[in-house]
């Protein structure tokens, strides 16, 4: 138990020090920028997602699933920008590929890049740090 406080201690901390590199303002409509939240999963508290957009378009995305040993998953890639739809779209058929950019978040869609429908829908909000 002590490692699992420990290590949301870090992530914590990890996620506080990354914040003062974050890139954008949050008030345009650029989206490159750090994002993190707690998303949904099916058998543990939540999933902590890290995003983390560069200008440049390519991206990386961390995974670690609460209260499981080993379950730190990282992808990078690019990903393509459509500021008339402020949709995000990676380039990775493993993770979800769609979201949406708010001022200050950025939301998970469907496989199909619609907006999710259910009561858990705000959880899958990623807020920009």
């Given amino acids: 138990m002590n490692n699992k406080i420990l290590l949301g201690l870090a992530?914590?901390?990890?996620?506080f020090i990354l914040s003062c590199a974050s890139v954008g303002s949050g008030n345009d409509?650029?989206?490159a920028?750090?994002?993190?939240?707690v998303i949904p999963?099916?058998?543990c508290p939540g999933i902590s997602v890290v995003a983390?957009?560069?200008?440049?378009?390519?991206?990386?995305?961390?995974?670690?699933y609460i209260d499981r040993d080993d379950s730190l998953f990282t992808y990078r890639g690019?990903?393509?920008?459509d500021?008339?739809?402020?949709?995000v779209t990676l380039d990775n058929r493993e993770l979800p590929v769609y979201?949406?950019?708010?001022?200050?978040?950025?939301?998970q869609l469907d496989m199909e890049g619609k907006e999710i429908k259910s009561e858990f829908a705000a959880m899958y909000v990623l807020r920009r740090i």
């Fill in 33 to 37: 920028g750090i994002y993190a939240g």
């Fill in 99 to 107: 979201y949406r950019l708010g001022k200050i978040s950025l939301t």
């Fill in 29 to 31: 409509l650029n989206p």
């Fill in 78 to 81: 690019n990903y393509k920008w």
């Fill in 11 to 15: 992530l914590f901390f990890s996620l």
């Fill in 83 to 87: 500021s008339s739809s402020k949709m």
């Fill in 41 to 43: 999963a099916a058998d």
């Fill in 52 to 64: 983390i957009l560069n200008d440049n378009g390519t991206y990386k995305i961390t995974y670690q």
